[in-house]
T-cell receptor, first 110, second 114 residues
Framework: DAKTTQPPSMDCAEGRAANLPCNHSTISGNEYVYWYRQIHSQGPQYIIHGLKNNETNEMASLIITEDRKSSTLILPHATLRDTAVYYCIVQGRDFNKFYFGSGTKLNVKP | SAVISQKPSRDICQRGTSLTIQCQVDSQVTMMFWYRQQPGQSLTLIATANQGSEATYESGFVIDKFPISRPNLTFSTLTVSNMSPEDSSIYLC???????????FGSGTRLTVV
């Protein structure tokens, strides 16, 4: 199963875009990239996922490089409520297990 | 997406006792997952629970310590047996709705063993 590497923490000013990077250099061709976040020890919350193309929903945008070895989650206008740990996950080989890495603690500051 | 109800939300238990955590889903799902999150750490997958078969445990987790039941497609329990302070964690259940739909998590059970 592909592993992911994320910076342990990042700061972002309120109202600015937050760009969270993730490296997944061993990703396989049929594996998806998922992003989740966990706010203050609540259950993780799904944000977005993608395979090859860039994706956008009401919460965020996901940019996947052409070689698929890395991706970036973009929160276009970060608010204080976006302060959380963000996890980048590559779906396991059997498509039915999630293995969490250490994630990025995003601190949104006023 | 599915709605997951997890009980209890928190508990404080004596060492040597056992606690059973319940996970109820509002729709039928094939696979359910149990995770542990130790203080300040990420989530670690404990086991996968399929209805009608034995749970599949990840490395480092054994059935005697974390027995799991999956009596139907909407319900599962995880028991933390013979607890010690090292078992103090948040335990979460999760369901998979398919590759294109992501995974939904319960709100977790915060367990403190004293």
């Amino acid at each position: 199963d592909a592993k992911t590497t994320q910076p342990p923490s990042m700061d972002c000013a309120e109202g600015r875009a937050a760009n969270l990077p993730c490296n997944h250099s061993t990703i396989s061709g049929n594996e998806y990239v998922y992003w989740y976040r966990q706010i203050h020890s609540q259950g993780p919350q799904y944000i977005i996922h993608g395979l090859k193309n860039n994706e956008t929903n009401e919460m965020a945008s996901l940019i996947i490089t052409e070689d698929r070895k890395s991706s970036t989650l973009i929160l276009p206008h970060a608010t204080l409520r976006d302060t959380a740990v963000y996890y980048c996950i590559v779906q396991g080989r059997d498509f039915n297990k999630f293995y969490f890495g250490s994630g990025t603690k995003l601190n949104v500051k006023p | 997406s599915a709605v997951i109800s997890q009980k209890p939300s928190r508990d404080i238990c004596q060492r040597g006792t056992s606690l059973t955590i319940q996970c109820q889903v509002d729709s039928q799902v094939t696979m359910m997952f149990w995770y542990r999150q130790q203080p300040g750490q990420s989530l670690t997958l404990i086991a996968t629970a399929n209805q009608g078969s034995e749970a599949t445990y990840e490395s480092g987790f054994v059935i005697d310590k974390f027995p799991i039941s999956r009596p139907n497609l909407t319900f599962s329990t995880l028991t933390v047996s013979n607890m010690s302070p090292e078992d103090s964690s948040i335990y979460l259940c999760s369901v998979a709705l398919g590759q294109n739909y992501g995974y939904t998590f319960g709100s977790g059970t915060r367990l403190t063993v004293v």
